[in-house]
């Protein structure tokens, strides 16, 4: 993540809406002891999405499921599967 002070985003504005836009995790703008994260919509919506599919039982057990399965080496071959 990239840090910056809040004056320095006020005057940086470009810049930091840039590095928002390219940084992993987006910006953290500090203003009085106070810490703001600036991110860009698509990481937003990729958080949202992540968060939503936390959510789902049932989808976390099949995880769960399936990486059983592939520690005690129930796997499968591309082969296997396109046949």
């Known amino acids: 993540m990239y840090h910056v002070t809040g004056e320095y985003a006020k005057n940086n504005f470009s810049e930091v809406l840039e590095k ?3 940084e992993p995790g987006g910006v953290v703008i ?3 002891n ?3 994260i600036l991110i860009s919509q698509e990481e937003l ?3 949202i999405e992540t968060a ?3 959510q789902d039982k049932t989808l976390i057990a099949d ?3 399936s990486r059983q399965e592939y520690h005690q080496g129930e796997v499968f071959t591309m082969d296997q599967l396109l046949d």
Request: glycine fraction near 0%; aromatic fraction near 12%; charged fraction near 30%.
């Open 30 to 32: 500090v203003q009085e």
């Open 52 to 54: 939503e599919l936390l």
């Open 63 to 65: 995880i769960e499921a």
């Open 20 to 22: 928002a836009s390219t």
């Open 45 to 47: 919506e990729s958080w």
């Open 34 to 36: 106070k810490s703001f």
